[in-house]
């Protein structure tokens, strides 16, 4: 979710996504124009994931995953000092051959605000909701702080994107250790633009890397004792993305396609979760990614 609060959810509007696992994109193509004075944008993305990671937590590792989102960005007012409050809205899904009888194993739902800064940066606050519909019900509820630094001008205007995410845990667990847990993102996304100098096809790369942390009773095997490790996961992509403007027709959108690979390394804790959930008990993992996504 794209999802602009670092999370599994990255793609759908500013970890979303992400995260989940789970995830900050720059923009590749022109922002889509709106209609005058509607204030409202659509974003709507399908992930294709080789497996389902989030936040170091192995999901699922085998068959086709399919993982489609949808946000509904809305204006709220600008203040006198020139930060604009935005709204929104969204969904998003996973949908696992592999896992019998329960192929549309996930379905979140987020809601939340976003102010932008005038200095480039954001806060963002939000409330997901983590959900089985096969009959398992609630996997978790949370809410989410995170702080995005808009440094693009720095380093010969190839910044960093730092942010850092906070998750707080009110009902359930996703690590289905027990306990209510507190959760720690940090992440940086250096990208470089156009690559290839062409007009016709420019290709964005970009290398997201975050590592993801207990604060609290996050990563914990259920098994009992003080288990609860600090160090959940790092996690290291290379993501090629291009606008596909000359493909689609302009009255369909702002379309673009993106491909990634990503090299995860886990926690002891979160390598014994993954493992409790059928996941493999290896100890880090190299998965794959395409995404298309479109804005209106």
Known sequence: MSYTHRTRMRTLATLAVAGAAALPTPALADEPAEAPGSGVTLDITIDFVSEYWFRGIGQE???????????????????????????????????????????????????????????????????????????????????????????????????????????????????????????LEIGIEPALADILGSESLPVDVAVPVTLGLSLDSYYEDGMGGDDDDTFGYLDIGVVASTPLDGLIPAGLGSWEASFGVHYLYLGDTAQNISAAFGTGNDSSTVYATIGISTSF
């Open 61 to 183: 590792n085998e068959g086709l995953i399919v993982q489609p989102g949808a946000t509904l960005t809305f204006d709220l007012f600008e203040t006198s000092g020139g930060a604009a409050v935005t709204g929104y809205v969204g969904s998003w899904n996973s949908y696992q051959d592999a896992t019998a009888g329960n192929e549309w194993f996930e379905s979140d739902m987020i809601g939340g605000f976003n102010i932008a800064l005038p200095n480039g940066d954001s806060i963002d606050l939000s409330y997901i909701n983590l959900y089985n519909p096969a009959g398992n019900g609630i996997f978790a509820e949370e809410i989410d702080l995170s702080y995005a630094i808009d440094d693009s001008e720095r380093f010969g205007g190839m910044g960093l994107s730092p942010y850092i995410l906070l998750a707080v845990e009110v009902d359930g667990g996703s690590d289905a250790g027990g306990d209510e847990g507190v959760y």
